[in-house]
């Protein structure tokens, strides 16, 4: 806990751009959420208190997949595959985007708890921002016909734009932001995607050859494990 309020103290500016980034996100989700409720004729509260339990223990899970990185072999060593998307997804789809928005927020905060950060808040931010371009659109598409067709749809087409949303943020924010940080030049960074892959030579064929292939593979594999088990589990996670 220490060491997260020291991070939090030399990184004010990253925490302070971390939750105004979550708050408008949020709102986004809220707006969006209540104009289905209204065009769908549905009464009563967005965050009732199953949803507000459920997403609780979505976070944790989420939190503690983020823990478990897998290395891809496409990619340098600093990207890695995780999981943590699954309950958020998972979360949005019974509940809304609101309590996927929730989920991937909450996620950080408790990552950040166990385990502090490496990147200044830098990573983290970008973990939400990705996480969040993914879950919003997929569960926004679903719950405008809540069927497989819906679902599948959303998961393309959150896949897709985290894909975009992601490769972007890397070429013109994350990286560098890390070659900053660390005082190395953005070169020896794309250096080590050379290392791994030879058509790797600039940050656009980094992105294109590491960040991309990343973020399809990501995004599909949630999705298909979403869709699988979402209606097996659906009933469970939304009775009264």
């Keep these: 806990m220490g060491t997260l309020f020291e991070s939090v103290k030399d990184n004010v500016f990253f925490v302070l751009q971390f939750l105004a980034i979550n708050i408008a996100i949020f709102v986004i989700a809220a707006l969006i959420q209540q104009w289905e409720r209204r065009r769908a004729g549905t ?19 989420s939190a503690v997949l983020m823990l478990f990185e897998l290395p891809v072999i496409f990619a340098p ?17 019974a509940f809304g985007p609101v309590a996927g928005v929730l989920i991937e927020f909450i996620k950080i905060i408790l990552k950040l708890m166990i385990k502090g950060t490496s990147t200044a808040f830098v990573g ?14 997929a569960s926004v598409i679903y719950f405008s016909g809540k069927s497989k067709r819906s679902a599948i749809a959303g998961c393309v087409t959150g896949t897709i ?13 994350l990286l560098p932001k890390f070659a900053q940080m660390y005082g190395m030049p953005l070169d020896a960074i794309v250096g080590m995607g050379t290392a791994v892959n030879s058509h790797i030579t600039s940050v656009s064929t980094l992105v294109l050859f590491a960040v991309v292939p990343l973020n399809l593979l990501k995004g599909g594999v949630v999705s298909l494990i979403t869709i699988f088990v979402y209606k097996k589990i659906s009933r469970i996670l939304k009775a009264s």
């Design 43 to 61: 009464t009563g509260k967005i965050m009732t208190t199953r949803m507000i339990a459920v997403t609780g223990i979505f976070s944790a899970i």
């Design 77 to 93: 060593g600093f990207y890695k595959f995780d999981f943590s998307e699954l309950p958020a997804l998972i979360g949005a789809f």
């Design 124 to 137: 983290e931010l970008a973990n939400f921002i990705v996480g969040c371009s993914l879950v919003l659109p």
């Design 161 to 173: 734009i985290m894909t975009v949303v992601g490769s972007a943020f890397n070429a013109i924010y």
